[in-house]
């Protein structure tokens, strides 16, 4: 069992940067792959950034590669997501997720979900 908790969101206008942190309970923290995903209002859910449980693969959305960088610290049970050049279009509710086999991109490979934060990028 794996709970995770989010935080780090917040507005900030287009352009800046925010930090997401989540962090996870459990000792088997370090062999799960995690996962961000995000959703607006109106829209499904979508898949942001992976990384596996090693740090040593990350897979990104075309929509944020280059802007994003997602990272872990197993010694501290948490998992980052570094979001810089921010746009209106990234305001959406951000979730992480832990996935007990591989690096995924679906989120019906994830096994366990944060409740979420809310990231609002004003124009």
């Known amino acids: 069992q794996v709970q995770l908790v989010e935080s780090g969101g917040g507005l900030v206008q287009a352009g800046g940067s925010l930090r997401l942190s989540c962090a996870a309970s459990g000792r088997t923290f370090s062999s799960y792959a995690m996962g961000w995903f995000r959703q607006a209002p109106g829209k499904e859910r979508e898949f942001v950034a992976a990384i596996s449980w090693s740090g040593g693969s990350t897979y990104y959305a075309d929509s944020v590669k280059g802007r994003f960088t997602i990272s872990r610290d197993n010694a501290k049970n948490t998992v980052y997501l570094q979001m810089n050049s921010l746009k209106p279009e990234d305001t959406a509710v951000y979730y992480c997720?832990?996935?007990?086999?591989?690096?995924?991109?679906?989120?019906?490979?994830?096994?366990?979900w944060g409740q979420g934060t809310q990231v609002t990028v004003s124009s």
């Open positions: 997720a832990a996935e007990s086999l591989t690096i995924a991109t679906m989120s019906n490979r994830y096994d366990y």
